[in-house]
Structures are given as C-alpha cells and as structure tokens.
C-alpha cells in the first residue's frame, strides 16, 4: 500500500485533516507532509535539526525536502559558518501561500472533472 493518499481518500474521509489534503492534492507521501509542518513550527532549521525533531534518518529527510521544494513546498538558503564551509537551512513556503497553490490545484482538478462530464457523450473510451 502506497504512503501516498489518493483523491479517493479525501473523497472517502468526510472531515479530511490539512496534513491529508496536502499530501493527496500534492501527491506526496504522510511522512513529506509532516515534515512541511514541522518546517513551519521551525524555519531555518538544518537537516540534522529536522532529523532529530521528526526522529528520521538524515537521508529520508533530505529526500523529504527534496520532494518539497520541487513541490514549492520548501526553500533553501545557504549559510556560512565563522568557522569555514556552509551549511543549508530549509524554511515552509508561508501558509497562505500554500494554501492558495491548494485551492488553485484543486480548482483545476475541479475543472478537468467537470469537462469531462461536460463532454462525454456516451461512448466509452
């Protein structure tokens, strides 16, 4: 079984959690949409510092944060230390605007689903 929820989940839950439509309208998995949370609890938090709060394997959440910003879900900046090198910190797209790239995702679905019921005119595809 997928970690992904599919539409047919949010149809089926009659009071759909944030976490749950977010993952299904995004197609990500429960763990990424948690980790998005947790990235608006703590912005700027480093890999390890998200690693150690949602108690994962550094690797997973860097996958996790991967999926995120292709998702533009998350952003990255990158930090010099005093001592030498860098190290990158994460922050959540702010809540309203990812609320509003979820209502204009499911505006579209919404769209493509009442086309094509609009249109089709009895003859099975």
């Given at each position: 079984?997928?970690?992904?929820?599919?539409?047919?989940?949010?149809?089926?839950?009659?009071?759909?959690?944030?976490?749950?439509?977010?993952?299904?309208?995004?197609?990500?998995?429960?763990?990424?949409?948690?980790?998005?949370?947790?990235?608006?609890?703590?912005?700027?938090?480093?890999?390890?510092?998200?690693?150690?709060?949602?108690?994962?394997?550094?690797?997973?959440?860097?996958?996790?944060?991967?999926?995120?910003?292709?998702?533009?879900?998350?952003?990255?900046?990158?930090?010099?230390?005093?001592?030498?090198?860098?190290?990158?910190?994460?922050?959540?797209?702010?809540?309203?605007?990812?609320?509003?790239?979820?209502?204009?995702?499911?505006?579209?679905?919404?769209?493509?689903?009442?086309?094509?019921?609009?249109?089709?005119?009895g003859i099975e595809e």
């Amino acid at each position: 079984m997928s970690d992904v929820p599919e539409m047919s989940d949010l149809l089926d839950t009659e009071d759909p959690g944030f976490q749950q439509v977010l993952a299904c309208v995004f197609g990500i998995q429960r763990h990424e949409s948690r980790t998005y949370i947790t990235l608006l609890e703590h912005p700027g938090s480093t890999v390890a510092e998200l690693a150690d709060i949602l108690d994962r394997d550094r690797s997973n959440v860097n996958r996790s944060l991967t999926t995120l910003m292709d998702k533009g879900l998350a952003s990255r900046e990158r930090r010099l230390l005093d001592s030498g090198g860098y190290i990158y910190q994460y922050t959540g797209t702010e809540l309203p605007e990812a609320k509003e790239m979820l209502h204009g995702a499911l505006d579209e679905w919404t769209e493509r689903v009442h086309r094509s019921i609009e249109e089709y005119g009895g003859i099975e595809e």
